[in-house]
């Protein structure tokens, strides 16, 4: 049977078991002086020690491991000795007391270690930047691989969260989840957590919920590793980019290649001088690994589960347009163009039989317009009414990106990380104007 232990756990046992072995100099040093009350009390703390971390090893491993049975006589020599402190030889007692401690050490060492992998999605639209990696973990008979999605917060104009929002039911029906409210990081202490909200608080629309920001959560973990939910388009990056707290507190970023590894590098280490002759050049590049998007490994594949709703767009094997609106679009001072624009694109492809619209708003335009630019909601979602009333196109409000993009053959729309998408699948990609209007 194999048995396995958590590598903060065997930690905590061997440090215990260090300490012994400095128990064991005092026995010997204090034998040689001829004081047998403090040799004693060193012997029965030393029993004590041993049978509270057999106890331990029990209920984290069970019954009959080779560690217990060390200690156990381990346990033996110590009576021993106690009954003979006053005639047993200091350097003999120490040897056969080492020797023993040393057998059962050397038998927790050899346990295998069960590590675990903790995955913290927010939003179940960004999954797709942590699938691939979970797969992995989820596959290794040496990982626990928990998918924990946690909570997040709307931000109210003000700034301050509004109500506390959960996908935990969005997630695809064959990825596990764990109930967030069941498990204590800091009591799990995992070997490895995996984020791709960089932000903490400094998101003007959303917040995760305060416990899982990463200047919290780093110190419950060995390695706190961080992945961005986008891509860079035109793997360009922005400075600020570098130094948010997903960045900055994460032991590892893993990047969609080394170009964009080495814009990160170059920002971080421009902002953070000081941190960066602390630990190292060194260190710094190791902190970033350029192992590529998760997000570009989805598949492209044409079995794709249709909706009721969308097939009778899709019936005549016309081409599929992916329409893509960005955030930014409902800014103030942006909104009043954009909107008119949306007006003029759903009267031109309402009048069109060759091709269909696939829009996907980005999921926080609501959220985006109510906290930012109040005054553009109303006529907003009397746009969004009217392409689904009047079936303009496919209106597509799910989590599952990819398969907008697997149906879709080109793209069309404001500039946003999904643009990298099609021009990883090698489809035609336009970029929306909003000043241009053909009336």
Known sequence: MVIRMRKFQK????????????????????????????????????????????????????????????????????????????????????????????????????????????????????????????????????????????????KNKDGSPGEMQYEGADFPPYVPIVDWQQYALEGLQPDVIFIHNPYDQYNLVTTVHPYFYASRIRKYTDKLVYIPYFVHKNEVVLEHYCILPGTLYAN???????????????????????????????????????????????????????????KPFLEKNIKVLFFNTHLSSVMKGKSEQFLKKLDWIFNYFQKRKDVVLLWRPHPLMLETAASMNPEAVEPYVQLVNRYREEQVGIYDDSKDLHRAINLSDAYYGDTSSVVELFRHQGKPIMIMNHEVIDI
């Not at 040393?102 to 270690?113: C, F, H, P, Y």
């Not at 942590?130 to 596959?139: C, K, P, T, Y």
């Not at 969609?256 to 050049?281: M, N, T």
Request: with cysteine; hydrophobic share 40%.
């Open 252 to 310: 590892m970023v893993i990047l969609q290649s080394e170009k964009v590894r080495e814009q990160y590098i170059r920002y971080y280490s421009a902002a953070l001088p000081e941190l960066v002759k602390k630990l190292g050049k060194t260190a710094i590049k190791q902190k970033f690994q350029a192992f590529g998007s998760p997000k570009l490994d989805v598949e492209e594949t044409k079995e794709t589960l249709i909706p009721d709703k969308w």
């Open 11 to 154: 930690n905590q046992i061997l440090d215990i078991m260090e300490n012994i072995h400095t128990i064991h100099l005092r026995v010997k040093e204090k034998l040689g002086q001829k004081e047998y009350d403090t040799v004693q009390t060193a012997l029965s703390d030393c029993q004590e020690a041993a049978i509270q971390l057999g106890e331990a090893i029990e209920q984290i491993a069970g019954e009959g491991t080779d560690v217990v049975s060390y200690l156990e006589r381990y346990c033996e020599r110590v009576y021993q000795i106690s009954v003979e402190r006053e005639t047993v030889l200091p350097q003999k007692a120490y040897k056969s007391l080492e020797e023993n401690l040393i057998k059962a050490e050397n038998a927790l060492k050899s346990m295998t270690t069960e590590k675990v992998a903790v995955f913290l999605p927010y939003k179940a639209s960004m999954w797709d930047s942590l699938e691939s990696v979970w797969r992995a973990a989820d596959a290794d008979s040496e990982w626990t691989s928990l998918v924990m999605p946690i909570p997040y917060f709307t």
